[in-house]
């Protein structure tokens, strides 16, 4: 199915944005595996929508899982887990000319091609970052297991527009990676967050919406996991991460930056550590030939503009099949990045965690 990802760690979504509920299933996981339920909350408020001084949609949603099978007194029990997220404040009547009216550069109109107007198109439908909330059950869980494992798995916003905060270092720690997490606003350098969050505000002030990227860092992880060719870890996490809503481009260590350098600036030089190997630089993001070299694994991902924006657009009446002017109402985020931080993180602890089950055989 194309909302399920995974291997021996099989993750599947459902539910659509404005339907009477969203939810998640998990098979794979191993049993015996506590979930703290307030770390997980405190996790998810961190992608939970509701205002915040403007810098966010405007939808209040509690976003409190309900686990209905696979978690028996807070304790995985090695049958699939499912959980369920109510929706309650929808507000479907914004969306009743979008039937006819597709937005620019959302999926209305792939989707009225693809199912004959029978998809449920009401706030993004199952193609709405809504459904991130759901994958953040998941990739909360899976980053408790990994945590217990000794790895540690966090993100920051990148940048907004042009502004651009600071890289994560060569050795990044847990502490820095949990810092980042429990912060209002995800930056390394909170001067270059106060201009990323002036930038968001001034962008809605004139009806529209910015874009920005967010870089992920794993710590922790053993060298040797991944597979050569077509199921590296690029590879891997790349499908997963392109499900996320808004998603358009990922790079790895020095990404596309790379292809302007000489090999002599983007090789990472080998050398002995206490006895182990190591780099003494991480261009290559901590994998080399689809398998992780024992450094950090870095990457990065750009998030699109919003293309929900309140100025007035150009599209088509499809039941006119003429030219027709759109003016989208509702509650939209001026820049989604910022709360899709804890989402890269969830895919990728979800990525990582199933790599490493199947990389040992399901055990650790």
């Known amino acids: 199915m194309s909302s399920e990802f995974g291997h021996l760690l099989r993750v599947g979504v459902f539910g659509q944005s404005h339907g009477k509920a969203i939810g998640v299933t998990i098979h794979g996981l191993p049993a015996g595996e506590a979930v703290d339920l307030e ?110 494992k000794g790895v540690y798995v966090g993100a920051h916003l990148a940048s907004v527009g042009e502004e651009e905060d600071e890289r994560f270092p ?75 809503p808004g998603l358009k481009g990922v790079e790895f260590g020095s990404g596309f930056a790379g292809s302007r350098l000489r090999g002599s600036e983007n090789n990472d030089a080998f050398a002995m550590e206490e006895g182990w190997v190591t780099a003494l630089s991480n261009w290559a993001g901590g994998i080399l030939g689809g398998i992780t070299d024992g450094m950090p694994l870095i990457f990065r991902v750009a998030m699109k503009p919003t293309p929900s924006i309140a100025k007035a657009q150009k599209t088509v009446s499809l039941s006119q099949r003429a030219d027709a002017e759109l003016t989208i109402h509702g509650r939209h985020d001026p820049c989604i990045a910022q709360r899709a931080v804890p989402v890269v993180e969830a895919v990728a602890a979800l990525v990582l965690l199933d790599t490493m089950l199947e990389g040992n055989h399901g055990t650790f």
């Open 39 to 148: 770390e997980l909350g405190r996790f998810l408020d961190r992608r939970r929508p509701g205002g915040r001084g403007g810098l966010t949609t405007a939808r209040k949603e509690t976003d409190v899982p309900e686990f209905l099978s696979g978690l028996e007194n807070g304790v995985t029990c090695g049958f699939p887990l499912c959980a369920v997220i109510q929706n309650s404040d929808q507000h479907s009547k914004d969306y009743s000319e979008l039937a006819d009216k597709p937005r620019p550069s959302h999926a209305d109109y792939t989707a009225a091609l693809k199912w004959g107007g029978y998809a449920d198109m009401r706030g993004g439908g199952h193609f709405s970052g809504r459904l991130t909330a759901p994958l953040c059950v998941a990739g909360g869980i899976a980053k408790q297991i990994l945590a217990r």
């Open 170 to 244: 060569l050795h990044p720690t847990r502490e820095l990676l949990e810092s980042v997490g429990e912060k209002d606003f995800p930056v390394l350098n909170d001067e270059a967050g106060r201009r990323m969050q002036d930038l968001i505000l001034k962008t809605r002030s004139e009806l529209d919406s910015v874009g920005g990227t967010i870089e992920c860092g794993a710590i922790g992880l053993p060298a040797g996991l991944g597979e050569p060719m077509f199921d590296g870890m690029e590879n891997r996490l790349a499908a997963a991460l392109f499900g996320i």
